[in-house]
């Protein structure tokens, strides 16, 4: 003897996939619309003093000061954001009779004045508010001055 079931009606299926498709891209595009991609701020740009080139992230901007003294000196000061780094690209050394050669160029760090001698090849130096600037190898003027942009209101 035959079963009595009733047939079963045939389930109507997507016979593409273009529905799930504009499901999904309108899903992606809701996403994206609220979150927003984190670009670094800033721009990086290069210092050149005679053989001394760095490359410095992150910059706000960039601006003169004068060191005084008989002979005024004018340096840059640059206003970084937070994250920023100094690369060395080239730094030259000074030559010393008959011994080895001595970095001409270092980052001054404070509160306890000490020095990070520059030389080629060096790891990048994050920025912080305790790497003040850099000078040259005798302790002379200021080449360059760094300050930490921090978002106050």
Known sequence: MRSMK?????????RSLLFPG???????AFWAAFTSPEQPEGETMLFEYGNLKLEITHVREVR???CGGLEPWEYSVYRVYPGAAAT???ADMLESDGGPASPKWFFYLEPENRRLDVVDGMEPVELTPEVV????GD????L?????WEKNG
Do not use: H, N, S
């Open 64 to 66: 003169k000061d004068v």
């Open 88 to 90: 060395v690209l080239e």
């Open 144 to 148: 360059i001055r760094f300050e930490i």
């Open 133 to 136: 600037g850099m000078v040259d």
């Open 6 to 14: 009733r047939p079963r009606k045939p389930v109507r299926r997507y």
């Open 139 to 142: 302790g002379g003027a200021w």
């Open 22 to 28: 504009i499901a999904l891209l309108a899903v992606f």
